[in-house]
């Protein structure tokens, strides 16, 4: 007789379709139950999301990584002044504080930006840590050659909107706010990419392009860098962002490759 142990657990015929996502699913029970390890990895991931909710931006270490890249920082932050008060109170995420505000204004560059790019911790500083610098490079790799992306600000308590302030301040012709996402439960770490031709205080989302969940098991970096470099250009040159810009860069990759094709 075998004296190895009774696995009561019945598997789930899905189990074949669980590598191709991180979704919870073909988790498997025992009797009308969940297994037991599946149980303490949903309450793991739980405790992720909201430990990348609460936790707090190393804004120095962010300015550290950035500035290997050969790129400077202004750092500024928004009215919400204290973690709970930007989780309860979103609208104060979106301003900047009077004192960042006066610090930008009498900031001096030697070039106007064309593109400017604001790093927010967001719900996620866990992203922004993780994610801002790779993606960043792969920025520096990618942008044409006569764009300067030598400096961005690093914004503190931000929502999404506060982009728009900045760029106004700045006289920006087009803003990509780098921002970390709402955690979810198997992806605390997601990164959001939001575009907006001719910031200015009072724009919604309608104004704005979105490129969500860059990360490794999301959104790769060379991809999410390719398509917001797509994004910004037609935005340049058709002089608008949010619903009037569609995202064709797939569209038009297939496109190409269909021309090199036929010429071979």
């Not at 709970?84 to 609208?91: E, G, H, N, W």
């Not at 935005?235 to 962002?241: G, H, M, T």
Request: proline share 5%; hydrophobic share 45%; glycine share 6%.
């Amino acid at each position: 007789m075998s004296n190895k142990p009774l696995d009561i657990s019945t598997p789930d015929p899905w189990q074949q379709i669980k590598s191709y996502t991180r979704a919870r699913i073909a988790l498997g029970r025992v009797g009308s139950s969940l297994p037991t390890n599946e149980v303490l990895d949903f309450g793991l991931a739980h405790a992720m999301a909201r430990d990348a909710v609460h936790l707090a931006l190393d804004v120095e270490a962010l300015a550290a990584q950035i500035e290997s890249l050969n790129i400077t920082s202004i750092q500024v932050c928004s009215k919400a002044q204290y973690r709970p008060t930007y989780l309860l109170r979103p609208d104060l995420g979106r301003q900047l504080s009077l004192e960042s505000a006066a610090h930008l204004r009498a900031t001096r560059f030697s070039t106007p930006f064309k593109l400017l790019i604001v790093v927010g911790d967001g719900l996620s500083s866990l992203a922004i840590e993780r994610h801002v610098r790779p993606l960043l490079a792969e920025i520096q790799q990618q942008k044409p050659d006569n764009w300067n992306i030598d400096s961005l600000v690093i914004a503190s308590q931000a929502r999404v909107a506060i982009a728009d302030e900045i760029g106004e301040i700045l006289g920006a012709t087009i803003t990509a706010m780098l921002i970390g996402e709402r955690p979810g439960l198997s992806s605390p770490d997601s990164l959001g990419i939001y575009l907006t031709y001719q910031p200015k205080v009072g724009l919604n989302d309608a104004n704005r392009n979105c490129i969500s969940n860059v990360r490794p098991e999301g959104l790769s970096y060379a991809a999410a860098a390719k398509k917001m470099l797509w994004l910004i250009q037609q935005a340049l040159y058709l002089k608008v962002s949010g619903v009037a810009l569609k995202d064709e860069s797939d569209v038009a990759e297939i496109e190409v490759s269909k021309q090199i094709s036929d010429a071979l």
